[in-house]
């Protein structure tokens, strides 16, 4: 069975840090792009950062730049998502996707997770 598997998420203090992992079973990783999304309660999901195949390539939205660093680990099959400096606003559900190539539109994304809660409040 493909799957994406998310983990890491979890209530943090503003100013605070977590690291996210996206782990795959069942596909090779090193194949694909690999974007993570969010969504805060309410609002549409947006993209947040998404990491080529072979890793060389990043791309960020703007309201994270400087703040949140992906990475990946092909021998692990796992990207990352570290986050630091976290605003409230960051709080959502967030979501890890894979894809041929980075694009910011959610819909040709082969593979899901099913998300990990991320709050960020004091």
């Known amino acids: 069975q493909l799957q994406l598997v998310e983990s890491g998420g979890e209530l943090v203090q503003p100013g605070g840090s977590l690291r996210l992992s996206c782990a795959a079973s069942?596909?090779?990783?090193?194949?694909?792009?690999i974007a993570w999304f969010r969504q805060a309660p309410g609002k549409e999901r947006e993209g947040v950062s998404c990491?080529?195949?072979?890793?060389?390539?990043?791309n960020y939205a703007d309201f994270v730049k400087g703040r949140f660093t992906i990475s990946r680990d092909n021998a692990k099959n796992t990207v990352y998502l570290q986050m630091n400096s976290l605003e409230p606003e960051d709080t959502a559900v967030y979501y890890c996707?894979?894809?041929?190539?980075?694009?910011?539109?959610?819909?040709?994304?082969?593979?899901w997770g099913q998300g990990t809660q991320v709050t960020v409040s004091s």
């Open positions: 996707a894979a894809n041929q190539r980075c694009t910011w539109y959610d819909y040709p994304y082969d593979y």
């Open positions: 069942g596909f090779s990783l090193e194949d694909y792009a």
């Open positions: 990491i080529s195949s072979s890793g060389i390539s990043t």
